[in-house]
């Protein structure tokens, strides 16, 4: 199964180019923030709300390709199941002829041994499907952007030790909410490491 294993290979490839772009608009979000808080500092808060808006763009475009990369990855084991279960069938069978063989002898320690590779075989194929399963069911939210963009407003404007409530509509506090999603994006990060580390 060549072909196969060679689209294996492009689906692992493209999920990690996607990790790449996740990772690089992680740094780009970083930047924006930091221009944020300075705009901030100097009072200019229009400025601010232009790189804010960039920040959020980026950090959505980081989730987005974060999540592509998991339906990639959750493709790519699909694949691998399908490629494992070409290899279990070809030594499935060459333990059927085996077992044929040894039967006919009715040497016991041989079947042992028969059935215990046979065995092993399908242990093998359980620990992908469930890693398969286990990388099909994450998934994330997000909130709406201009609710973003004022939180992370709110969120410079404290680091900064400045306040916005002058500029900015009142009732737009939500620096709670922003920390929660924060919270969820870091969790969703290290759960995607680990899967990818059980590949």
Request: aromatic content about 2%.
């Amino acid at each position: 199964m060549p072909a196969m294993e060679k689209h294996l290979f492009n689906l692992k490839f493209a999920a990690k180019d996607l990790q790449r772009n996740s990772k690089k608009c992680d740094k780009e979000e970083k930047i924006e923030k930091a221009k944020v808080k300075k705009a901030i500092q100097k009072g200019n808060t229009e400025v601010a709300r232009i790189h804010a808006e960039n920040a959020i763009r980026q950090k959505n475009q980081s989730v987005n390709f974060l999540r592509m990369s998991a339906r990639v990855d959750a493709v790519a084991a699909r694949v691998q199941t399908a490629v494992t279960m070409n290899q279990v069938t070809k030594s499935m069978a060459g333990v059927v002829k085996g077992m044929d063989a040894t039967l006919k002898t009715m040497n016991l320690e041989k079947i042992s041994s028969l059935m215990d590779k046979f065995e092993h075989q399908f242990e093998t194929l359980d620990v992908q499907t469930a890693q398969m399963e286990d990388t099909m069911s994450s998934s994330t939210t997000l909130t709406t952007p201009q609710n973003q963009v004022d939180s992370l407003l709110h969120e410079m404007a404290d680091e900064a030790g400045l306040d916005l409530n002058m500029e900015l509509p009142q009732g737009q506090t939500g620096s709670v909410g922003t920390s929660v999603a924060s919270a969820e994006q870091d969790e969703l990060s290290q759960r995607l490491a680990k899967l990818r580390d059980l590949v």
